[in-house]
């Protein structure tokens, strides 16, 4: 089902910008918080807190997840799990349940309940800043918050992981 955000250009990264899924594997990397407020409805946080539970990797911080979710989405992820390298396309779900709206539907009503998504990512990845290039180069989306665009990233990373 495509939508506005289909019709979106993901903006020109430099040459040297590791994966989300190499900055994770290392033993150390320095962080930087990234706060978005994302629809209720959606249930992120809870959707992450499955897919960490039925994947058995509990050990893995949903901060960690966040990243990889938002690195996917900003790298043009299609609708294919191989976009994800290993071990991380392996944690795979049952299926996002059919009582959760899709992100763009959400963000399509006047009053949306939302709840704060905190993650401290690596700062490597630089997503605070790819994500605000991705609002300046698309026009449509520069009256739109950034946290609309987490909410759209990750509801569709979820979905693609069955969660």
Same mark, same amino acid.
């Given at each position: 089902?495509a939508?506005? !955000?289909?019709?979106? =250009?993901?903006?020109?990264?430099?040459?040297?910008?590791?994966?989300?899924?190499e900055v &994770?594997?290392?033993?150390?990397f320095?962080?930087v918080?990234? %706060?978005?407020?994302?629809p209720?409805?959606?249930? =992120?946080?809870l959707? &992450?807190? @499955?897919?960490?539970?039925?994947?058995?990797?509990?050990r893995i911080?949903?901060?960690?997840?966040v990243?990889?979710?938002?690195d !996917?989405?900003l790298? #043009? #992820?299609?609708?294919?799990?191989?976009? =994800?390298?290993?071990? !991380? %396309? $392996?944690?795979?779900g049952?299926?996002?349940p059919t009582e =959760?709206?899709?992100?763009?539907?959400?963000?399509?009503?006047?009053f949306?309940?939302?709840e $704060?998504?905190?993650?401290?990512?690596?700062e490597e990845?630089q997503l605070?800043?790819r994500?605000?290039?991705y @609002?300046?180069?698309?026009r #449509?989306?520069r009256r739109?918050p950034v946290?609309d665009i987490?909410?759209?990233?990750?509801?569709r !990373?979820?979905?693609?992981? #069955?969660?």
């Amino acid at each position: 089902m495509a939508s506005d !955000w289909d019709a979106y =250009i993901i903006p020109d990264e430099p040459g040297d910008l590791v994966r989300a899924e190499e900055v &994770l594997s290392q033993r150390y990397f320095d962080r930087v918080p990234l %706060n978005a407020s994302v629809p209720m409805a959606l249930e =992120i946080g809870l959707r &992450l807190g @499955k897919l960490r539970v039925v994947s058995r990797i509990e050990r893995i911080p949903p901060a960690d997840l966040v990243a990889l979710g938002l690195d !996917w989405f900003l790298r #043009g #992820g299609g609708n294919d799990v191989d976009d =994800i390298a290993a071990p !991380w %396309n $392996q944690y795979r779900g049952p299926g996002t349940p059919t009582e =959760i709206p899709r992100a763009e539907d959400v963000l399509r009503q006047r009053f949306i309940a939302r709840e $704060q998504l905190k993650a401290s990512v690596p700062e490597e990845l630089q997503l605070p800043h790819r994500l605000a290039m991705y @609002k300046v180069n698309n026009r #449509g989306l520069r009256r739109v918050p950034v946290a609309d665009i987490v909410a759209v990233a990750m509801d569709r !990373w979820l979905r693609l992981m #069955g969660f």
